[in-house]
């Protein structure tokens, strides 16, 4: 399977949205990843993928520290800023942002989370991070932002299921 058809397959996958950010030697530096999942309960880890030519990657390595940001609905203009190649200086000019445990935290995103790198390995052109979770907070009632397909989406809040799973 090539490529294009690969990508093509994986636009069906639903996923959430984040910008991953780190403080670099350079300044704040981020881009936006679908690519995030939680791994262990137990520590707490969470595992992220960089291209290897992610200049996010760069700074992520030289902090040993990065910022899982998962982005609210109406946060699309902050997913298409940082899913560019400008200067992560232009990006940080165009959004709000504040820092909480020594990283770059995107204002009024859904939900963060600040990790330690913990490890890395590469696989096919990219790069495995392991992050350990030290920190993170939530903004309450927001909706998340979703890409499928090509474009974005929310979800509101989860219904709950009754006793019989139902």
């Not at 992520?60 to 800023?81: K, P, T, Y």
């Not at 992560?88 to 963060?112: Q, R």
Request: net charge negative.
């Amino acid at each position: 399977m090539d490529g294009a058809q690969f990508r093509q397959l994986m636009s069906f996958w639903t996923t959430g949205v984040s910008v991953i950010t780190a403080q670099g030697t350079a300044g704040p530096a981020g881009s936006t990843a679908n690519a995030f999942s939680s791994l262990s309960l137990s520590p707490p880890l969470v595992l992220v993928c960089f291209d290897l030519s992610s200049r996010t990657l760069h700074a992520v390595r030289e902090s040993e520290r990065f910022c899982i940001n998962m982005l609210a609905a109406g946060q699309e203009d902050v997913a298409r800023i940082f899913a560019t190649k400008r200067s992560h200086a232009e990006k940080f000019n165009e959004i709000a942002h504040h820092y909480d445990s020594g990283v770059p935290v995107v204002s009024d995103c859904l939900a963060w989370l600040a990790c330690g790198l913990e490890s890395e390995f590469r696989r096919g052109d990219h790069v495995v991070a392991i992050g350990q979770v030290t920190d993170g907070g939530v903004r309450a009632g927001a909706d998340a932002l979703l890409y499928h397909r090509g474009g974005y989406a929310r979800v509101g809040p989860a219904v709950t299921a009754g006793a019989d799973g139902a």
